[in-house]
């Protein structure tokens, strides 16, 4: 369970980042735009690309086997991007639906095109490995 936790503020350290230097990758806190909202949509996320990572992620690799090996594994940059647009959508459909208007009040992720998504991926899976080694350092797994 506490390795579950760890990779949800990993993943939400990395979302941050990713949120921070890619342009078209934003976040819209769920319940308002206090900093506990935002920190608590930055959880949320992470643990939602933390579940979708364990649960599809695998599944999507044995499927495209065939275009890893044909494209020398740059399928991957491709992969991580579709499941950051997946985690993009479910995070659009968890929120409030006291009032929403569509494309004017969605919560959540959201990313303009698999181009952006691939390079939050990208950006992401960087940031992850620098919080993972700095939590390895720490002694924090």
């Not at 506990?36 to 643990?47: Q, V």
């Not at 494209?71 to 479910?90: C, D, E, H, Q, R």
């Not at 494309?103 to 940031?127: C, Q, R």
């Amino acid at each position: 369970m506490l390795r579950f936790f760890v990779s949800t503020i990993v993943n939400a350290v990395g979302l941050w980042v990713a949120t921070s230097l890619v342009p078209q990758v934003n976040i819209t806190p769920y319940g308002g735009e206090g900093v506990w909202e935002t920190i608590a949509s930055f959880l949320l996320i992470g643990a939602m690309f933390g579940i979708v990572n364990a649960v599809i992620a695998p599944v999507i690799k044995v499927l495209a086997l065939p275009l890893y090996i044909i494209t020398f594994g740059l399928i991957a940059f491709v992969i991580n991007g579709a499941m950051l647009l997946l985690v993009a959508w479910l995070s659009g459909l968890i929120g409030s639906e006291i009032l929403t208007i569509e494309g004017f009040t969605s919560e959540g992720l959201t990313i303009d095109s698999l181009g952006w998504a691939i390079l939050a991926a990208i950006v992401m899976s960087i940031a992850s490995f620098l919080t993972r080694s700095v939590l390895r350092i720490l002694k924090i797994r």
